[in-house]
């Protein structure tokens, strides 16, 4: 049962259109990240906040903005989409200082921009 | 600086077969180390784990044992199944907790 939740799971959109992913999170942690994943399998992080107002650039270059204004939620903008932009984002969180714990991941969301 | 290194894959067995998938790490200090499996349009879902020197971590037949003399966490499965099929990440949590370091992943696919 998951305990963070990404909306929407697929997403077609035409260029240009602003889009906003959801990630949220009931755990109470207070470390978040958003990873983008390419066809070829491999995490590339883009945006992570360690709390409620702070958020920084991961470290692959992205297009993309963040927010933390609430613990349990980290929404990702993308103002303008292009079909670069077409991947799976996966969300997730972890406490912190979280050694022995790992990450709790979202399902992630299909973004393909036409 | 701290990477994770894993077996390219993808990998392709037969059902009941033994599998291995290595992994190698460089870190500094004493980092905690995770297996991840991700099945077909999904996120990734934590494994196993292990956190010192000589742990074994273990679930649903899988395991891996952190071996600080070689830096290495590789997973193995004495029987794969077809449900097996998935791709798996090895991963690396600093000391502090706060970066973790994923490898490139290894796709699996386990055929009947």
């Known amino acids: 049962e998951a305990d963070i939740y990404q909306t929407p799971r697929y997403l077609v959109i035409g260029t240009g259109k602003k889009i906003t992913l959801e990630c949220s999170q009931t755990?109470?942690?207070?470390?978040m990240y958003w990873y983008q994943q390419d066809p070829g399998m491999e995490l590339h992080l883009i945006h992570y906040?360690?709390?409620?107002?702070?958020?920084e650039k991961g470290d692959l270059s992205s297009e993309s903005t963040v927010s933390r204004i609430r613990t349990e939620h980290f929404p990702l903008t993308l103002e303008s989409a292009r079909p670069s932009h077409t991947s799976q984002y996966l969300c997730?969180?972890?406490?912190?200082?979280?050694?022995?714990?790992?990450?709790?991941f979202g399902s992630g969301t299909r973004l393909t921009v036409v | 600086g701290n990477s994770v290194t894993q077996m390219e894959g993808p990998v392709t067995l037969s059902e009941e077969a033994f599998l291995t998938i290595n992994c190698t790490y460089t870190?500094?200090?004493?980092?905690?180390l995770f297996w991840y499996v991700q099945y077909p349009g999904e996120g990734l879902q934590l494994l196993l784990k292990?956190?010192?020197?000589?742990d074994k971590g273990s679930n649903k037949g899988f395991e891996a044992t952190y071996r600080k003399e070689t830096t290495s966490f590789h997973l193995e499965k004495g029987s794969v199944q077809v449900s097996d099929s998935a791709v798996y990440f090895c991963?690396?949590?600093?000391?502090?907790?706060?970066?973790?370091?994923f490898g490139t992943g290894t796709s699996l696919t386990v055929i009947p």
């Open positions: 755990m109470g942690h207070d470390k």
């Open positions: 292990a956190t010192k020197a000589d």
């Open positions: 991963a690396l949590s600093d000391q502090s907790g706060n970066q973790f370091y």
């Open positions: 997730a969180s972890s406490e912190f200082g979280s050694l022995a714990y790992g990450y709790t």
């Open positions: 906040s360690y709390g409620v107002n702070s958020t």
């Open positions: 870190a500094t200090g004493y980092p905690s």
